[in-house]
C-alpha cells in the first residue's frame, strides 16, 4: 500500500488525462476520457475514475497540471505546480526511457518534438499555426469515412500500395482523399496514405531541419494508432519506442514534478468532482482592448479569473482575499 | 493646425524624428493610444485582405487619429539606407489607406527615398514642411534638430530601453533581470506592439529575463553579423534582424537564446528566418521562432515562451555540471 498519492493532470484541447502515482513514481491509476468542450466535466468525470481506483485513506501529497486547460484544471483541483506541455513530456521521458533522444509527440491540436541529450531538453519545436496533421484531423477523416478512430492504424496496415495524399494543408488532403475514393482506390491504401502525408508533413513542418537521433520515442494520443507508427519507422529508419503509458505520458510527466512539493499541498481533495463550478466569460470595459475576462467560481465563490491583458482581475489572489 | 502620428510601422524607430521636427516647425503633434483590439479590428476590417497583422493595425492606427486631427502622417518609406529597400506593403501604405474609401483627414505622405544618400531624407522633411507651409530656415533648423534627436534616442536604446521607454521618458533602465538574458528579435513593429507580441518583452521580464533587441544593439555589431553573409541584404527591415542574430549567434557569451517573433505571411521574414536557424542549428545555438497574427489566444505563446525558457536554462545547468569552466552567474555580472 503506498504512503503518498500524487497526481498529474493534462487537460488538452481532445482528451483530459490523469494518472496517480505512488512517491516511488509507479503508475496506480489512470483515466483517459474525451475532453468534448467541457474540460470541468471531464476533470471531474477522470478524478471520480481515479478516486474510485486508488487504495482508501491514502493522502495526496501533491497536484500538478499541464495541457491547454492547465490554467483552468489548477484553479479546480487546487495544484501545486503548473508546467508547460514540452517540459511535461520531456520529464515523463527521461524517467520511463532515459535513453530516449527524440520525442514525437501527436495530440489533439498540437504536435511537438522534443529533442533531448545528457538528460536535459536541448530543442525542441511545435505545429505553428497549422494543425493538420494532428489528432483531431485524424478523427474527422476516420468519422467521415465511417471508420472507428481506434481501428484506422490497422486499417492501414493492410494497404497493398498506399496512394499519395498532400497532407500540407488539412483541407487540401481532405479533397485529396475524396478525390483517391472517386477514382476507385481502396479505403485502407487511402488511409495507409493519409498516414504517410501526416508523418511526411510532420517531418517537414514541425521536425523541419533538426536532426532526429535515436533511441525516438512516439507519444501521445496519435501514437495509438499503428498505421502512423509504421509510417514513421520507414521515414526514419530509425526504432521507435511507444512507452506503456504513451498516451498520458504529459500526465505522468507532471505527476513527477510534484513529487518535489510533497506536504503542503494546495490539492481541495476529491470532494471537486461534486463541486458546483460556474465559469463566466464578461467583456471588460476598461479599456480599448476588451478583453473577455473569465471568471471561475465554485459554488458561487470566486477562485480565479484569467484572459485579461492588464493583470486587473488575474493578479489579485482570490482565496486569500476571501471575495 | 495638428499632425497625427499613427503608432504603429516605422513609428518605432522614426518618431523622435518626426516628434522633435513638428515641435521645431512649432505644428502641434498627436499620437495614437497603444494599439489595443478595437484598433486592430477596426484596421482589419477597413484594409485589403491579404495585408499582414501589421498592416492592419497600422490602418486602425490612421482611424483612430482621423476624427481629431487635421493631416495624419503616413510617410512613403522606400528605403533608408543605399541600395537597400523597405517592404513593399509598407512602401504601398498610403496608397492604400487612400484607396480604403474611409472618410479621413489629407495624409502626410512624403517620399522618404535615401536609396542615394541622406538628402533623400532633407527632401522629404522638406516636402511636409511645405505642405504645413512652412518657411526653408525653420526646415533646415528642423532637420539638424532632428537627426540629432535621433542620435540622442540611440544612445538610450543602446542603454538597454525599448523605443516606447526611450521615446516618452523613461530615462533610467529598470534592473536587469539575472536569470537568463535573451534577444528578442523581429521588425520593430512586431515585438514592440504591445498586442501583436502579446507584450512578449515584459512577459519575458517579469520572468527575471534580461531582454535585448536588435535596436539596442550599436550598428557596427549589425554590421558584425552581416559580414557573415555571402551576399548583401536588399531589405533594411531584415538586415537588422539577420544582423542581430548572427552577431549573436557568433557571439555567444552575450545572450543565452534567440527568440525571433515574426507575422504571419511575412514575406521578408520567411527567408531571413530559416537563414537565421540555418546558421543558429550549425553552432547549436538555442533558437525559436513565433509567428504570430491576429488571434488573441494567448497560451500558445505562453507555452512556447516556458519550454523556451526552460530549455536554455536546462541547457545551461548541464553545461556548467559538465564542465569546469563557464560560470553562468559570473559571466552576465560582467555585462552592462
Given at each position: 500500500?503506498?504512503?503518498?498519492?500524487?497526481?498529474?493532470?493534462?487537460?488538452?484541447?481532445?482528451?483530459?488525462?490523469?494518472?496517480?502515482?505512488?512517491?516511488?513514481?509507479?503508475?496506480?491509476?489512470?483515466?483517459?476520457?474525451?475532453?468534448?468542450?467541457?474540460?470541468?466535466?471531464?476533470?471531474?468525470?477522470?478524478?471520480?475514475e481515479i478516486a474510485r481506483a486508488l487504495p482508501p485513506g491514502v493522502p495526496v501529497a501533491g497536484v500538478a497540471t499541464t495541457g491547454s486547460g492547465r490554467v483552468m484544471a489548477s484553479a479546480l483541483?487546487?495544484?501545486?505546480?503548473?508546467?508547460?506541455?514540452?517540459?511535461?513530456?520531456?520529464?515523463?521521458?527521461?524517467?520511463?526511457?532515459?535513453?530516449?533522444?527524440?520525442?514525437?509527440?501527436?495530440?489533439?491540436?498540437?504536435?511537438?518534438?522534443?529533442?533531448?541529450?545528457?538528460?536535459?531538453?536541448?530543442?525542441?519545436?511545435?505545429?505553428?499555426?497549422?494543425?493538420?496533421?494532428?489528432?483531431?484531423?485524424?478523427?474527422?477523416?476516420?468519422?467521415?469515412?465511417?471508420?472507428?478512430?481506434?481501428?484506422?492504424?490497422?486499417?492501414?496496415?493492410?494497404?497493398?500500395?498506399?496512394?499519395?495524399?498532400?497532407?500540407?494543408?488539412?483541407?487540401?488532403?481532405?479533397?485529396?482523399?475524396?478525390?483517391?475514393?472517386?477514382?476507385?482506390?481502396?479505403?485502407?491504401?487511402?488511409?495507409?496514405?493519409?498516414?504517410?502525408?501526416?508523418?511526411?508533413?510532420?517531418?517537414?513542418?514541425?521536425?523541419?531541419?533538426?536532426?532526429?537521433?535515436?533511441?525516438?520515442?512516439?507519444?501521445?494520443?496519435?501514437?495509438?494508432?499503428?498505421?502512423?507508427?509504421?509510417?514513421?519507422?520507414?521515414?526514419?529508419?530509425?526504432?521507435?519506442?511507444?512507452?506503456?503509458?504513451?498516451?498520458?505520458?504529459?500526465?505522468?510527466?507532471?505527476?513527477?514534478?510534484?513529487?518535489?512539493?510533497?506536504?503542503?499541498?494546495?490539492?481541495?481533495?476529491?470532494?471537486?468532482?461534486?463541486?458546483?463550478?460556474?465559469?463566466?466569460?464578461?467583456?471588460?470595459?476598461?479599456?480599448?482592448?476588451?478583453?473577455?475576462?473569465?471568471?471561475?467560481?465554485?459554488?458561487?465563490?470566486?477562485?480565479?479569473?484569467?484572459?485579461?491583458?492588464?493583470?486587473?482581475?488575474?493578479?489579485?489572489?482570490?482565496?486569500?482575499?476571501?471575495? | 493646425?495638428?499632425?497625427?502620428?499613427?503608432?504603429?510601422?516605422?513609428?518605432?524607430?522614426?518618431?523622435?524624428?518626426?516628434?522633435?521636427?513638428?515641435?521645431?516647425?512649432?505644428?502641434?503633434?498627436?499620437?495614437?493610444?497603444?494599439?489595443?483590439?478595437?484598433?486592430?479590428?477596426?484596421?482589419?476590417?477597413?484594409?485589403?485582405?491579404?495585408?499582414?497583422?501589421?498592416?492592419?493595425?497600422?490602418?486602425?492606427?490612421?482611424?483612430?487619429?482621423?476624427?481629431?486631427?487635421?493631416?495624419?502622417?503616413?510617410?512613403?518609406?522606400?528605403?533608408?539606407?543605399?541600395?537597400?529597400?523597405?517592404?513593399?506593403?509598407?512602401?504601398?501604405?498610403?496608397?492604400?489607406?487612400?484607396?480604403?474609401?474611409?472618410?479621413?483627414?489629407?495624409?502626410?505622405?512624403?517620399?522618404?527615398?535615401?536609396?542615394?544618400?541622406?538628402?533623400?531624407?532633407?527632401?522629404?522633411?522638406?516636402?511636409?514642411?511645405?505642405?504645413?507651409?512652412?518657411?526653408?530656415w525653420s526646415t533646415v533648423r528642423s532637420f539638424h534638430h532632428s537627426l540629432a534627436e535621433m542620435r540622442?534616442?540611440?544612445?538610450?536604446?543602446?542603454?538597454?530601453?525599448?523605443?516606447?521607454?526611450?521615446?516618452?521618458?523613461?530615462?533610467?533602465?529598470?534592473?536587469?533581470?539575472?536569470?537568463?538574458?535573451?534577444?528578442?528579435?523581429?521588425?520593430?513593429?512586431?515585438?514592440?506592439?504591445?498586442?501583436?507580441?502579446?507584450?512578449?518583452?515584459?512577459?519575458?521580464?517579469?520572468?527575471?529575463?534580461?531582454?535585448?533587441?536588435?535596436?539596442?544593439?550599436?550598428?557596427?555589431?549589425?554590421?558584425?553579423?552581416?559580414?557573415?553573409?555571402?551576399?548583401?541584404?536588399?531589405?533594411?527591415?531584415?538586415?537588422?534582424?539577420?544582423?542581430?542574430?548572427?552577431?549573436?549567434?557568433?557571439?555567444?557569451?552575450?545572450?543565452?537564446?534567440?527568440?525571433?517573433?515574426?507575422?504571419?505571411?511575412?514575406?521578408?521574414?520567411?527567408?531571413?528566418?530559416?537563414?537565421?536557424?540555418?546558421?543558429?542549428?550549425?553552432?547549436?545555438?538555442?533558437?525559436?521562432?513565433?509567428?504570430?497574427?491576429?488571434?488573441?489566444?494567448?497560451?500558445?505563446?505562453?507555452?512556447?515562451?516556458?519550454?523556451?525558457?526552460?530549455?536554455?536554462?536546462?541547457?545551461?545547468?548541464?553545461?556548467?555540471?559538465?564542465?569546469?569552466?563557464?560560470?553562468?552567474?559570473?559571466?552576465?555580472?560582467?555585462?552592462?
Open positions: 500500500m503506498p504512503s503518498k498519492i500524487f497526481l498529474g493532470l493534462d487537460v488538452g484541447s481532445v482528451s483530459t488525462k490523469v494518472v496517480a502515482i505512488d512517491a516511488l513514481g509507479h503508475v496506480l491509476a489512470r483515466s483517459y476520457l474525451p475532453t468534448q468542450g467541457q474540460p470541468i466535466v471531464a476533470i471531474q468525470s477522470a478524478l471520480r483541483v487546487g495544484a501545486d505546480v503548473v508546467k508547460n506541455e514540452i517540459t511535461a513530456h520531456a520529464t515523463a521521458t527521461l524517467r520511463v526511457l532515459p535513453s530516449v533522444r527524440t520525442i514525437i509527440e501527436i495530440g489533439g491540436q498540437d504536435s511537438k518534438i522534443i529533442l533531448l541529450n545528457h538528460g536535459v531538453v536541448t530543442d525542441f519545436a511545435m505545429n505553428t499555426v497549422c494543425a493538420a496533421g494532428t489528432g483531431s484531423f485524424l478523427d474527422r477523416q476516420a468519422h467521415r469515412l465511417g471508420v472507428p478512430i481506434t481501428e484506422l492504424g490497422e486499417l492501414a496496415l493492410k494497404a497493398a500500395s498506399p496512394t499519395r495524399i498532400a497532407g500540407r494543408c488539412a483541407v487540401f488532403a481532405e479533397s485529396d482523399m475524396i478525390h483517391k475514393q472517386q477514382t476507385g482506390h481502396s479505403l485502407s491504401d487511402i488511409v495507409a496514405g493519409l498516414c504517410e502525408a501526416l508523418v511526411r508533413n510532420y517531418l517537414s513542418n514541425v521536425a523541419k531541419g533538426k536532426t532526429i537521433a535515436g533511441p525516438v520515442s512516439f507519444q501521445g494520443g496519435v501514437a495509438a494508432n499503428v498505421g502512423i507508427l509504421k509510417a514513421f519507422e520507414s521515414a526514419l529508419a530509425l526504432p521507435i519506442i511507444v512507452p506503456e503509458h504513451y498516451d498520458v505520458m504529459g500526465a505522468l510527466g507532471v505527476a513527477y514534478l510534484a513529487q518535489p512539493t510533497a506536504g503542503q499541498t494546495r490539492f481541495r481533495g476529491f470532494g471537486v468532482v461534486a463541486a458546483d463550478c460556474q465559469v463566466k466569460g464578461e467583456d471588460c470595459d476598461g479599456c480599448g482592448n476588451r478583453c473577455e475576462v473569465v471568471g471561475f467560481r465554485i459554488d458561487g465563490r470566486v477562485q480565479a479569473y484569467w484572459g485579461d491583458r492588464c493583470g486587473k482581475y488575474s493578479h489579485v489572489n482570490y482565496l486569500s482575499v476571501g471575495t | 493646425m495638428i499632425v497625427g502620428v499613427p503608432r504603429a510601422l516605422l513609428y518605432y524607430v522614426y518618431y523622435p524624428l518626426w516628434r522633435r521636427f513638428f515641435a521645431e516647425l512649432e505644428v502641434g503633434c498627436i499620437l495614437s493610444p497603444p494599439t489595443n483590439e478595437a484598433i486592430m479590428n477596426a484596421g482589419a476590417r477597413a484594409v485589403v485582405d491579404e495585408a499582414c497583422a501589421p498592416v492592419k493595425i497600422a490602418m486602425g492606427h490612421v482611424l483612430a487619429l482621423a476624427p481629431e486631427v487635421d493631416y495624419v502622417l503616413v510617410p512613403r518609406f522606400v528605403s533608408v539606407e543605399p541600395r537597400t529597400y523597405i517592404c513593399p506593403k509598407l512602401m504601398g501604405l498610403p496608397d492604400m489607406i487612400r484607396q480604403s474609401g474611409q472618410k479621413m483627414p489629407p495624409l502626410l505622405a512624403p517620399d522618404i527615398d535615401m536609396s542615394k544618400g541622406y538628402l533623400g531624407l532633407a527632401r522629404a522633411l522638406m516636402e511636409t514642411s511645405r505642405c504645413l507651409e512652412k518657411g526653408l540622442r534616442i540611440k544612445h538610450k536604446l543602446i542603454a538597454g530601453l525599448t523605443p516606447e521607454e526611450a521615446f516618452h521618458g523613461t530615462n533610467r533602465r529598470r534592473k536587469p533581470g539575472r536569470r537568463l538574458r535573451i534577444a528578442v528579435l523581429g521588425h520593430p513593429y512586431n515585438v514592440y506592439d504591445p498586442l501583436l507580441s502579446m507584450n512578449i518583452v515584459e512577459r519575458l521580464r517579469a520572468e527575471g529575463i534580461d531582454v535585448i533587441t536588435a535596436e539596442m544593439l550599436p550598428l557596427e555589431h549589425i554590421s558584425l553579423g552581416l559580414s557573415q553573409l555571402r551576399k548583401k541584404l536588399f531589405w533594411s527591415l531584415s538586415k537588422m534582424v539577420l544582423g542581430a542574430g548572427l552577431y549573436f549567434v557568433n557571439h555567444a557569451a552575450e545572450v543565452d537564446g534567440i527568440i525571433l517573433l515574426s507575422s504571419f505571411g511575412c514575406g521578408l521574414e520567411s527567408l531571413v528566418a530559416d537563414l537565421l536557424e540555418r546558421h543558429a542549428r550549425r553552432q547549436e545555438f538555442p533558437f525559436m521562432q513565433l509567428t504570430v497574427d491576429e488571434h488573441s489566444g494567448e497560451a500558445g505563446l505562453i507555452t512556447r515562451l516556458e519550454a523556451f525558457v526552460e530549455t536554455v536554462e536546462g541547457r545551461i545547468n548541464n553545461a556548467r555540471n559538465l564542465s569546469p569552466h563557464g560560470d553562468h552567474e559570473l559571466r552576465h555580472a560582467g555585462n552592462p
